[in-house]
């Protein structure tokens, strides 16, 4: 899969990649979604999930429930993230415009 790079007409990919641990404690499933990107910013998120011997459909419901909080927790946190970004990129460009 390619795309367009931002202004230059070439193609480029970039690979992020997610980092999942799962582990229990204290009755619970815990994961954590560790973002891996080519910047130094490191972006992670958390879930939990009550582990319970009624579920029929095995112990890894606990795990499917705690990972998919994680993801949804990181994901949060990207878009806090580029909020931020697309914030500080308007008040830069506030900033030049008055500078003028």
């Known amino acids: 899969m390619t795309f ?3 202004g230059s ?3 480029t990919f970039r690979t992020w ?3 999942i641990g799962i582990g229990e404690r204290d009755g619970r499933t815990h994961a954590t979604a560790d973002l891996h990107t080519d910047s130094e910013v490191a972006m992670s ?3 939990t999930a009550y582990l319970s ?3 029929d459909a095995g112990p890894e419901v606990g795990d499917e429930l705690a990972v998919a909080r994680a993801l949804f927790d990181l ?3 990207l878009v806090q993230r580029a909020a931020v ?3 500080d990129s308007m008040r830069s460009q506030d900033d030049l415009e008055q500078a003028r």
């Open 85 to 87: 970004d697309v914030a």
């Open 17 to 19: 990649t997610v980092h």
């Open 53 to 55: 011997p009624r579920y």
């Open 9 to 11: 007409g070439k193609s």
């Open 45 to 47: 998120g958390a879930g």
């Open 75 to 77: 994901a949060q946190v």
């Open 4 to 6: 367009g790079a931002r």
